[in-house]
């Protein structure tokens, strides 16, 4: 097992410094090309993003700040580390390949102008080929089963040094980040008490004056004809109906603003009441999550309800699926779906707002979402309060 997993990290490695190579070889030939901003910025995060992914520490998004500088900066250090780095990668793993051609088929050359191997020794006999020929491929293969991972992990981490933003840079994004989102939430939450006082004002409070209303003139009509219990009946009976219906809507409005089931159930009974009430079959997969804040639970009860509502109204999906886990402080979410996808921020699908929620709490979002389907989103918050 472990033998074998040498053996595809040897042959990342080789994959990746041949693409760091002609990476470089391309930087070089269309370097005034590259240096058009937005082409520069593609072609470092087309990088860092390879590097990320070699290292398995995919980078993440990248800052605005300085964003342009370090892509201009990555074009010489790209062309320098690609062709120093992958010319000896190229050079051996060619040396492999002749060493196995020269081995078998040294006498289709001719003797006069026979292939060369190990110490530039000509091939004119089996004997020297199969003496020779195994011993360069043997020490050349093993040469890049030690060196190719090693020296792949070098220039990705050159790559990802050189590319990701500094300290005081993350901190400035961050920062900037928080900035935003807590000036959405405070508008969004500016606008949710707006609604919640036209809901009890229009609604339940109108309700109850309707209620009082009645109650006043059945005390008035029992004070004038006591007698008269068929008036003072229906009266009553009318109240009682407002009543219930005013009951309903404020569990409504309160419904909105920290979902009861939660505090009843716990966030894995919520949850599992969500996808049993949405109309296509959900997989519900909760692993070890323990106790969470009040906050992530809201956030986290919220953005599957309204993922889970856009699957039903918009996706066209037939399956749906809904898997929590933890890992230390953080808390990933991701709903899944077979629908057609196309999911967009922009077309009012309910995504602006789970993403409001989320980076209010310094949380992030994905969403992948190709025309056609299939689309993941894949909520993260930390929970380690």
Partial sequence: ??????????????????????????????????????????????????????????????????????????????????????????????????????????????????????????????????????????????????????????????????????????????????????????????????????DLHDGTQARLVAIALRLAVARQAFADNPRDEQLVAGLLRDAHEGTEEAMSELREVVRTVYPPILADRGLDGALTAVTTRCGIPIQLDLGEIERVPAAVEAVVYFTVAEALTNVTKHSRATAAGVRLCRTADRLSVVITD??????????????????????????????VSPAGGPTAITVELPCGW
Avoid at 42 to 54: K, N, Q, S, Y
Wanted: hydrophobic residues 50%.
């Fill in 1 to 198: 097992m472990r033998q074998g997993h040498g053996w595809v990290q040897a042959w990342r490695g080789g994959v990746y410094l041949l693409g760091a190579l002609l990476s470089g070889g391309i930087t070089v030939l269309a370097l005034p090309l590259l240096c058009a901003p937005r082409l520069a910025r593609l072609w470092a995060d087309w990088h860092g993003e390879r590097a990320g992914h070699l290292l398995g520490t995919p980078p993440a998004p990248p800052a605005t700040r300085g964003r342009t500088a370090r892509a201009l900066l990555w074009l010489p250090v790209n062309a320098v580390t690609g062709l120093a780095l992958g010319l000896p990668a190229l050079l051996c793993a060619g040396n492999i390949v002749v060493g196995l051609l020269a081995t078998s088929l040294w006498w289709a050359f001719g003797t006069a102008d026979g292939p060369k191997l190990f110490m530039d020794i000509p091939v004119h006999g089996w004997a020297t080929a199969l003496t020779l020929g195994p011993l360069q491929i043997i020490l050349l293969t093993t040469l890049a089963y030690l060196s190719f991972p090693p020296v792949a992990r070098a220039h990705a981490r050159i790559c990802l040094a050189v590319l990701s933003h500094t300290n005081e840079e993350q901190l400035a994004e961050r920062v900037a980040v928080l900035t935003r989102t807590r000036a959405d939430v405070l508008d969004a939450h500016g606008a949710e008490l707006r609604r919640i006082e036209r």
């Fill in 338 to 367: 077979n629908g057609t996808g196309g999911a967009d921020d922009r077309r009012g699908t309910g995504i602006a707002g789970i993403r409001r929620r989320v980076l209010a709490l310094d949380g992030t979002v994905d969403v």
